[in-house]
């Protein structure tokens, strides 16, 4: 089994005929993804790799009822309504790639999305893949390989780190997730860790987080209380100054919130593995599987 | 986006905050006409994109136009953390029966706004949150509903105002929420509320953070960004016009990589071997031959680099492309360094060939990459 | 039995402070309704007729777990935010008296209402009164009394008016209901005649209606497929002309739309007995009934 | 309260909806210098605060600016509807390729705001409606949430149109819906929206119905209203500022009665026994002496009243003012008309006391009195 998306998932690519879009829905395709439609307003009728393109998300929902994941390439000052759109339309996996959305538009769609039941993942976010079944995202697929580890992360590169390192060491994924590097993105390590938990063929979680924010923190607390499956854990930034954002519009250390110390001291004290460098992961699971 | 005090002010105009009256002045005699004509005591603040103003020496006292303009005069001389004072703001003094804290910012975890009050205002909230944290009230306001009228009066009463005050504070902080919502801020603040031996509530001071991403709604802040008036340094606005992100640190190694998460586990992976990070320098994704070459000049520019650490993963980024990059970059770098690479993904083997062709050595490791930047520096050094 | 409103009713006065408020504070402690508190912003900890005057309605719910039922004397600036207010602390059924509210304000409010599951009753509403058990409004309690018809309007003087009738006849009251002369209100006829067919006590309902909108046609369409019990319908307003106001701000004939006619002939073919005169009400229940 | 087109046009043009180029006259010299200044052919349409504007021949073109002097002369002469023509309307006239339908107004049974597009726009949307239901799209937008882009786009889509029709058509759409939240709207329209020759965009006609409560929030426009510019008679602006009620029939008989139902019913039973009312008029709760008074003096005012029917059903309001208010007006009263008084409730015996003392008789059924009404004027009639 796999979290959030598995081979029964249904794409819709918001954005599909964008340069971004084209690209991904390509790949996506080419790693098996049951990608069906696509959206862009305005150019309904069109046709991208074989797929229907539609104006709206209710015209392709009613097309194919059974769309129920979609990934969103449209522009920054678009991507909210698209968001909003495809909530609004009872799509239960909205995956937000878009980078530079104003968090105002942000705070309203993840609200919404919370009200009706659908996950948001990212903004700004590499997507989700369930190797082997299901890739929603952009991340370059060679590094996974289908297994019993669960993977989250606010980072897209350092994911395909620890995921090569993973799979150099022998533990497939059974589902990685970009969080996104947004200051408020949707899905959180807790929901995911939730997820997890009650997955039955995943064994152990690798988070990856980073400085900024006190996601880490409220994972640490969630895993003391709720959580019996081992956590492996990495945070990147111990050495990001103060005030300054690095890189991640999340990735900042504002007083004394969000610093990797804190964070690895909080996820160390509830019962989770807190390596120093990506690679350390293979002796870590080694040690606990 | 910071925006200066005079900055915020106007926006708190725009809603009916109340203000003190004032003027901005950029030279001594323009300070000195403006104390005149508001008559009385005066404040004069400088106007920097920097907090703790007030204990840098930024905001001084004047009982008359020629104190003001003295006073001004040593402002307009002074640097603010890193900051020079270009314009002061001259207001009227008030007299002060009470300070109050209000503010409103996003809630990271609640993915919400949140709206702050506190009957200790005047001083450092996070101070107040720490020594007192009972003296501060929170709200967290629904992002699709905004802050209603009957939320605000409770804030305030859960905060300690009663009858008249209570309204009061509330009708601030309904204006307050205007002025988020408004201008898309990460947090805008009112410290101090004053309540004057009068009984009029003033805004005395005024903070508000922009939230860069929805500067296309904002065109008049957007084109200040543009003119060039920002927090940040000249090698950080050079970075960030060429699409990539820059932050200057206080080492030795040169770090530049794809992805932001990546570029500060290199920055770790360089602590955790005994080396120093100069910068944090993300390309970004997708980087281009030319983009690299741009990052490798900047990260040059800076005079304590002694070495480089590029780390590539390659994902929507080519290996190709980072190669040319390096490849194009060496003629024109500032001066020789070590540069160290590591670069594996996406056409690995085509950038490989562009580096071997060069003579420029690679690795496959981060951590073996790491190990050996580090080394290198401390070969410099001691030699 | 009753609707809406009963002995264990326990109301909330928004605005007791006023001239309005107190004075109809006082008229609903005479009449034995349960009024156990009062809200003005700003006067919290004042008393009125003895009852304790808070600066919100959370207080005063805090106080009084058991409030269930609020009205609300507010002016019209700041009458949406109380009715608001209300229907965010769980009061079930809140009578907003105050006319004039801005038609935009109404909509919000009672949108949130619906979401909550809170009655509206009104805007712009003489209010509700279960005879002889609890007056939550601001109508002369001595043309009413207790007995097994149901009473709808959406005028006040036109409902004492019939209510008068009905009680110089002998037939009592369950519950009068004014739905309010605002075009926007909260419950409409088909909300009240649902809870009238539900409510064991009461053997026959009268529906007071007047020119505009299409209230009564859609209760037509309700009655015809929903009610059992008798319905008699008086519509007000047959000499109205077209395009003016006639004093409430939704009795109106817009186009072809509102009509007296239109809404008799809706009424009479959905099997309800309309009478022609407030005074028919008696010859047409002792028909029936 | 009904704007102007003018009126309805700025409030248009703050939100970027795009208008034909124009100007305001009052006078035909104003009207021909703006036709010139404009250059080519214009329209000119009468400014009044009355619907069929078009079919009464407030709508009239001119090719040179000195057709337009001639024709705006004749509009400023006009009287539509009994409003007199004071202001022009001069325009470009565009070339048509399209004309659509775009409004948004309030369903009072679904208690929303509904949104309404055709492609068949120029006409009357309610006879498009009748005759082609299928050509109308409606869309029910949430009015806590407002109306989203994509809703827009699928209202446009729903009306037929494709593509870049269908970004523009919504893009006009949220605008209109900006004018409908920002003016508390009861109804706001364009029509026609024109698609040009030329393949722009413009809101030829512009339509704006703004809630009476809420003209606290609309300075500008409430001050319009008690400056006197309305739709209003004389009389019905008089009743207005006493805080009544009034609207003028075509009957001879008076009607005053306290609450709007009570009224509309007293009317009603006048007419059952085969009078005519001539009037309106709802004193509202709680009235006085004083307005009572008024009242009378109000409906005698009106030519045709040849007796007053008086029905009060005493609440809030009180029968001792209501009889005292009768007893006041007496002497003043423009002219001596049968007045038939139907009164109970509320302090009914102190009223009736008051009425046997001026020798005045009155009645406690509503049915009984509205015969007696009838009866009276036939009397004088055939006298």
């Excluded at chain 2, 290199?266 to 910068?279: E, L, R, S, W």
Aim: with cysteine.
């Amino acid at each position: 089994m796999t979290i959030l998306i598995d081979k029964k998932t249904r794409i819709l690519v918001q954005g599909i005929t964008g340069r971004e879009g084209y690209f991904h829905t390509q790949a996506m395709l080419d790693y098996g993804s049951s990608v069906v439609a696509g959206t862009t307003p305005g150019k309904g009728g069109q046709e991208i790799e074989g797929l229907p393109v539609f104006d709206s998300v209710i015209e392709a929902k009613e097309q194919f009822p059974k769309l129920n994941a979609s990934i969103i390439f449209v522009p920054a000052r678009f991507a909210a309504d698209a968001a909003t759109e495809a909530v609004d339309a009872g799509i239960k996996v909205v995956t937000v790639i878009t980078e530079h959305i104003p968090i105002h538009d942000e705070m309203r769609f993840i609200e919404l999305a919370r009200r009706q039941g659908s996950y948001v993942v990212g903004p700004n976010t590499p997507g989700i893949i369930s190797p082997g079944q299901c890739k929603l995202g952009i991340m370059p697929a060679h590094v996974f390989t289908p297994g019993r580890i669960g993977l989250i992360s606010r980072s897209g590169t350092l994911t395909y780190e620890v995921a090569a390192s993973l799979t150099d060491a022998g533990f497939g994924q059974s589902t990685a997730i970009g969080l996104g590097g947004d200051p408020i993105v949707g899905m959180s390590f807790v929901d995911a860790l939730k997820l997890f938990e009650e997955d039955k063929e995943t064994d152990a979680t690798v988070l990856i987080g980073e400085i900024g924010g006190s996601a880490e923190e409220e994972a640490a607390i969630f895993i003391k209380e709720n959580i019996s499956k081992p956590v492996i854990a990495y945070i990147a930034g111990r050495t990001a100054p103060k005030g300054k954002r690095m890189g991640h519009a999340g990735a900042i250390v504002s007083g004394k919130t969000g610093t990797a110390d804190g964070k690895i001291k909080a996820l160390r004290k509830a019962g989770a593995i807190v390596i120093d460098r990506p690679i350390d992961v293979d002796e870590a699971l080694q040690k606990i599987l | 986006m910071r925006l200066f005090e005079y900055e915020a002010k106007e926006a708190f105009h725009q809603v009916g905050l109340p203000l003190p009256p004032s003027g901005l002045a950029t030279t001594a005699e323009e300070a000195a006409k403006i104390a005149k004509e508001l008559g009385g005591p005066v404040v004069i603040k400088a106007q920097v994109l920097a907090g703790g103003r007030g204990k840098a020496g930024g905001i001084k006292f004047a009982d008359t136009p020629n104190e003001a303009k003295s006073v001004a005069e040593e402002l307009l001389q002074m640097t603010i953390h890193e900051h020079a004072v270009h314009r002061v703001l001259v207001e009227q003094r008030l007299e002060i029966q009470q300070e109050i804290y209000l503010g409103i910012t996003i809630d990271r975890s609640q993915r919400r706004p949140v709206a702050i009050c506190s009957a200790m205002g005047g001083v450092d909230i996070e101070q107040v949150a720490e020594a007192h944290p009972e003296k501060i009230t929170r709200f967290w306001v629904d992002p699709i509903f905004g802050l209603r009228d009957f939320e605000a009066r409770n804030i305030a009463k859960n905060a300690g105002f009663e009858g008249k005050a209570m309204i009061q504070v509330a009708d601030m902080l309904l204006r307050l929420w205007q002025v988020f919502i408004r201008n898309d801020a990460e947090l805008t603040e009112i410290n101090p509320l004053i309540v004057t031996t009068k009984g009029e509530y003033i805004a005395a001071d005024a903070r508000l953070n922009i939230d860069d991403n929805s500067l296309f709604r904002h065109k008049t802040l957007a084109e200040r960004v543009s003119s060039g008036i920002s927090e940040q340094t000249e090698l950080e606005q050079r970075a960030q016009k060429a699409g990539m992100t820059y932050v200057e640190l206080e080492g030795n190694i040169g770090i530049i990589g794809n992805g932001a998460g990546l570029v500060m586990a290199t920055m770790d992976a360089v602590k955790y071997y005994g080396g120093a990070p100069a910068n944090f320098l993300d390309v970004g994704g997708g980087a281009t031959a030319e983009r690299m070459s741009q990052a490798l000049d900047i990260v040059l520019s800076h005079p304590d680099v002694e070495a480089v650490f590029i780390n590539i993963l390659g994902g929507i980024t080519r290996c190709d492309e980072i190669a040319q990059g390096i490849v194009d970059a060496q003629p024109k770098l500032p001066r020789k360094v070590p540069i160290v690479i590591r670069m594996i993904g996406t056409r690995e083997k085509e950038g490989a060939a562009i580096l071997e062709a060069a003579n420029i050595p690679f690795l496959d490791s981060m951590d073996t990459a790491a190990k050996r930047v580090v080394n290198l520096v401390s070969e410099v050094d001691s030699a």
